[in-house]
C-alpha cells in the first residue's frame, strides 16, 4: 500500500486529526506519513496532538522537536498526565485483562473437559451413522458451550466505595472480540468503551473492596488510588454467578468450575506523576535545545539531571553530540567513549562518535570503533558509516562511497548518511551527484543544516555566489551558532567583494570559536585586501602558533612584508615557506626573485 492509501485510511488527504484511530499511536503514525511527503506543519499538528492525547509518548517528543518545535512545558504537565491515566488506563488494562483470560482459559480443566464432551459426540454420531449405513444420516449431537462472566469494580481507596463496575461475558469458543460487556446498572456499551459512568452511585454497587493498608504503611495516610479488582467465575448459560449453575442440560456431565482469577491494577498517585512530568520536562528542555542547536543551553540543562539519569549512556551520547555541533571535538570524544564503555553493544550514535574521530585525526581508534561496530550487527547503517568514515579519513574516498551507499541501503531516510555521500561527490568534484545527495538529506530531514551548507559550498565551488550565500544563511537559521557557517558566508561575501560584511561574519565566528584557522586566514585575507596590514599580521601570528606546519600563512606574510617595503622579514618568510612545502617551491622562488622588483599583489592563497 501507498503512502498515499495509507494517508487517506488515516483520516483522509487533507489533515482530519478528530477521525484518526488508535488514539496517539494513529496519530503519531499520521505525522510521520505527513514526514514522507514533506508536509511539515502538518507532521507537527499530528504529533503535537498526539502529545495531547498521550504526553509520555516520548518518540512523537524527539520527533517534533526534530521539526523545530520547543514548548516541553505544555506539553509534559501534570494535567495532561492525569487526563491520559483517567481515559486511557481502563482501555489498556481491558486488553491485559483480556490476554490473560484468554490464557486462563486454555489451561484450565474445563477445556479438556470439553474436548472429552466434543469426542463423546463425534463417537456417538460415528455410531448412530454406522447403525443406520449411512453415516451422512447420523444426527449430530450439539453441546451447550460454557459461558464466563467477568465482573469488575472500580474502588476508590480512600474510602472503599464502589465508583464504577461492569461485567464482561463471552463464551469459551469465542474470540476477545466478541465479548459482550454490560453495566451494573441497567444498560449495555461495546467492547472496548470502557469508560466511567458517573452516573453511578458511590455506594450499594457489587464490587470487590479494595484490600486494606499494609502494616507498614501510616495510619493517618489514605491511599487516594483508584484500584480495579476483577474475577473470574464460569457457569452454564448467560448470565450465572459462581453459586448458579444447576440448570444443565440433560447429558451434559458436571463440570469442575474453572479457579478463580483475581487481577488487581492500581493507577498511580499525584507524587510519582509529578516526579514523572518533573523529570520529562528536565530531559524535554535538553533535548529541545539541542535540536534547535543551542548547544551551550542544551548542556547547561543535560547537567540539571539527577546523577542517575546524566551518567546513563543515552544522555552522554547526546551531551557528546552537543560538543561535536560546537567543534570541541575532545570533550565529544570523552563523552563518546564514555557510553560506549557502558554499553559496548550500542550502536545509537556511532555515526557521531566517528565523526568526531575523523575531525581529530584519529584513524587507530577510528578503525577500531569501525571493526567493533561491525561485530556487534552486519545489518545496522551506523556499522557502516564508521567504516566509510575510517576509509574517508584515508583519503579512499571511492571505498567510503560504498559503504556509505550500503548504510542508505539499510535505512534509506538516514538524511546523515545522505550527506556523507555528498561530501565524498565534493572530493571527487562530482558537483551533480554531490548535489543530488544533499537534496535527498533534505527531503528527508528539511532542517539538516548540513545538507544545506554541502548546497552552498557546492555554489561557491562553481562561483555561483548568489545562489551559494543564499543556502549558507539558510543554514544559519537552522544553526546560528555554528562558526564554520559563519566563515564560509564572509568567504562567499569576500568573492563578491562585499569585503566589510565578509568581515563582520569572520568576526562572528571567531566569538564562537577562537581557535577556527580557516576563519583567521581567511579574515586576514580580507584585512589585506582592505589595506589593514598591520591587523593582519596580528592574525597571522596567531594562525602560526595553532598551525606551524602549514606553508601559505608564511607566504601571506611574506607578501605584506614585501608591500610594507620590509624586504629582509619577506625574505625570511618565504624562506620558511619553502621549507615546510615541496609541491609549490618554484612559485615561492619566483616570489623570492620578485623582492627586488616593484611588482603588485592581490592574490589571495588558501589554507
Not at 84 to 96: D, I, L, Q
Request: glycine share 8%; net charge positive.
Amino acid at each position: 500500500m501507498c503512502i498515499r492509501d495509507r494517508r487517506t485510511l488515516l483520516g483522509g488527504m487533507v489533515p482530519r486529526t478528530e477521525n484518526v484511530p488508535n488514539g496517539a499511536s494513529g496519530l503519531y503514525l499520521l505525522g510521520q506519513i505527513n514526514e514522507r511527503q514533506q508536509q511539515w506543519s502538518s507532521a507537527k499538528e499530528a504529533y503535537l496532538q498526539a502529545l495531547e492525547l498521550n504526553p509520555t509518548l516520548w518518540c512523537a517528543y524527539e520527533r517534533v522537536c526534530r521539526l523545530g518545535h520547543e514548548l516541553p512545558n505544555k506539553i509534559f504537565n501534570e494535567t495532561k498526565m492525569l487526563r491520559f491515566e483517567a481515559s486511557g488506563r481502563r482501555n489498556a488494562s481491558c486488553s491485559f485483562i483480556a490476554t490473560s483470560i484468554s490464557r486462563t482459559l486454555r489451561s484450565s480443566p474445563q477445556r479438556s473437559a470439553k474436548k472429552q464432551m466434543e469426542e463423546e459426540g463425534e463417537a456417538e454420531q460415528t455410531q448412530a451413522g454406522g447403525g443406520g449405513g449411512n453415516a451422512s444420516s447420523g444426527t449430530k449431537v450439539s453441546r451447550g458451550l460454557n459461558t464466563y462472566n467477568l465482573k469488575a469494580s472500580i474502588i476508590s481507596g480512600s474510602n472503599q466505595s464502589v465508583v464504577n463496575s461492569f461485567t464482561i461475558n463471552f463464551d469459551e469458543g469465542s474470540s476477545i472480540s466478541s465479548m459482550r460487556v454490560s453495566r451494573a446498572q441497567p444498560g449495555s456499551i461495546t467492547a472496548g468503551s470502557l469508560s466511567p459512568n458517573p452516573n453511578l452511585t458511590q455506594a450499594g454497587k457489587s464490587g470487590r473492596k479494595a484490600p486494606p493498608p499494609q502494616a507498614g504503611q501510616q495510619g493517618g495516610q489514605q491511599d487516594q488510588r483508584q484500584m480495579a479488582s476483577f474475577s473470574i467465575y464460569s457457569g452454564q448459560g448467560q448470565g450465572q454467578g459462581p453459586g448458579q449453575g444447576q440448570g444443565q442440560a440433560q447429558g451434559v456431565p458436571q463440570q469442575k468450575s474453572s479457579p478463580h482469577v483475581n487481577i488487581s491494577l492500581v493507577g498511580p498517585s499525584p507524587a510519582p506523576v509529578k516526579d514523572l512530568m518533573g523529570l520529562l520536562v528536565r530531559l524535554g528542555q535538553a533535548y529541545s535545545h539541542m535540536c534547535l542547536y543551542m548547544m551551550e543551553e542544551a548542556i547547561s540543562f543535560f547537567q540539571q539531571l539527577p546523577p542517575k539519569h546524566f551518567n546513563s549512556s543515552w544522555t552522554k551520547v547526546l551531551v557528546g553530540r552537543c560538543y561535536l555541533e560546537t567543534t570541541r571535538y575532545s570533550e565529544a570524544e570523552r563523552y563518546f567513549a564514555e557510553a560506549f564503555q557502558m554499553e559496548p553493544y550500542r550502536l545509537e550514535g556511532l555515526e557521531y562518535y566517528s565523526t568526531c574521530l575523523w575531525h581529530l585525526k584519529k584513524g587507530v581508534d577510528l578503525a577500531y570503533v569501525a571493526n567493533a561496530a561491525l561485530e556487534r550487527s552486519l545489518y545496522a547503517p551506523e556499522s557502516w558509516i564508521c567504516v566509510g568514515n575510517c576509509f574517508s579519513l584515508q583519503k579512499e574516498h571511492e571505498n567510503a562511497l560504498k559503504f556509505f551507499s550500503r548504510a542508505i541501503q539499510l535505512n534509506p531516510t538516514f538524511a546523515y548518511a545522505h550527506c556523507l555521500c555528498g561530501h565524498e561527490y565534493v572530493y571527487n568534484e562530482d558537483w551533480a551527484r554531490a548535489k543530488r545527495c544533499f537534496e535527498q538529506a533534505l527531503s528527508y530531514d528539511i532542517r539538516n543544516y548540513n545538507a544545506w551548507w554541502g548546497l552552498g559550498n557546492i555554489c561557491l565551488k562553481q562561483e555561483k555566489f548568489d545562489k551559494a550565500a543564499d543556502h549558507f544563511s539558510h543554514a544559519l537559521s537552522i544553526n546560528g551558532k555554528n562558526p564554520v557557517l559563519y566563515t564560509y558566508l564572509g568567504m562567499t561575501m569576500a568573492c563578491k567583494d562585499a569585503l566589510e560584511e565578509a568581515l563582520r561574519n569572520f568576526e562572528k565566528a571567531e566569538m564562537l570559536d577562537k581557535n577556527n584557522v580557516l576563519n583567521k586566514f581567511q579574515k586576514a585575507n580580507v584585512l589585506v585586501r582592505m589595506g589593514h596590514f598591520d591587523l593582519a599580521l596580528k592574525e597571522l601570528d596567531r594562525l602560526r602558533l595553532l598551525m606551524p606546519r602549514e606553508s601559505p600563512i608564511p607566504v601571506l606574510m611574506g607578501k605584506i612584508y614585501k608591500k610594507l617595503g620590509k624586504n629582509d622579514k619577506a625574505h625570511y618568510f618565504f624562506n620558511i615557506a619553502l621549507d615546510l612545502e615541496s609541491k609549490e617551491s618554484q612559485k615561492i622562488k619566483g616570489l623570492i626573485e620578485s623582492l627586488h622588483t616593484q611588482n603588485e599583489f592581490n592574490e589571495d592563497f588558501e589554507l
